[in-house]
T-cell receptor, first 114, second 110 residues
Framework: KAGVTQTPRYLIKTRGQQVTLSCSPI?????VSWYQQTPGQGLQFLFE???????NKGNFPGRFSGRQFSNSRSEMNVSTLELGDSALYLC?????????????FGPGTRLLVL | TQLLEQSPQFLSIQEGENLTVYCNSS?????LQWYRQEPGEGPVLLVT?????EVKKLKRLTFQFGDARKDSSLHITAAQPGDTGLYLC??????????FGTGTRLTVIP
């Protein structure tokens, strides 16, 4: 079974631009969660999508948004990029139907904002 | 915001030594998970503990959830170079979002 894939793996943008990251979950998984990982703040939850609906949301500004498609693939968008948005963005997939189920993480997209 | 503090932040030990990593919070969690992350990869789940006082053993790794479900520890016996990585604890609140700890970067020197 293929794991969680994220594209692109690396990205360089400049301040003010916007960026879209993509995540393809494990086949059969309907929940996709997004996390931001930085050296200073660690791993922080952005949001979770389940069956094309945002089910949970972390404490990030509205510049961070996402969506999920009918095939469970998910995209995350960051508008008006700031230097502090430089981070490793991780997505994780799970079945999404029961509590405490294992989340499987992708390798991440490393975003550098100049 | 539910904060999880891990200690130590960095740990460098010789192969064969034992070590303990701590994860502490002032918040109560319904579950506590431990992950290991290697460079260029996402975190990989090691264990989930859900009951206060619970102890789980996975070969050389022993995980404990505090009685009050606010803290946890990870003990590794006879560490090996393959144990090198970033260890993360994560608290669950029942929803499918996790609050991650600050991380412990472990290096095991052959």
């Amino acid at each position: 079974k293929a794991g969680v894939t994220q594209t692109p793996r690396y990205l360089i943008k400049t301040r003010g631009q916007q960026v879209t990251l993509s995540c393809s979950p494990i086949s059969g998984h309907r929940s996709v969660s997004w996390y931001q990982q930085t050296p200073g703040q660690g791993l922080q939850f952005l949001f979770e999508y389940f069956s094309e609906t945002q089910r949970n949301k972390g404490n990030f500004p509205g510049r961070f948004s996402g969506r999920q498609f009918s095939n469970s693939r998910s995209e995350m968008n960051v508008s008006t990029l700031e230097l502090g948005d430089s981070a490793l963005y991780l997505c994780a997939s799970s079945l999404g139907t029961i509590r405490l189920e294992t989340q499987y993480f992708g390798p991440g997209t490393r975003l550098l904002v100049l | 915001t539910q904060l999880l503090e891990q200690s130590p932040q960095f740990l460098s030990i010789q192969e064969g030594e034992n070590l303990t990593v701590y994860c502490n919070s002032s918040s109560v969690f319904s579950s506590l998970q431990w992950y290991r992350q290697e460079p260029g990869e996402g975190p990989v789940l090691l264990v989930t503990v859900v009951t206060g006082g619970e102890v789980k053993k996975l070969k050389r790794l022993t995980f404990q959830f505090g009685d009050a479900r606010k803290d946890s520890s990870l003990h590794i016996t006879a560490a090996q170079p393959g144990d090198t990585g970033l260890y993360l604890c994560a608290g669950g609140t029942g929803a499918n979002n996790l609050f991650f700890g600050t991380g412990t970067r472990l290096t095991v020197i052959p």
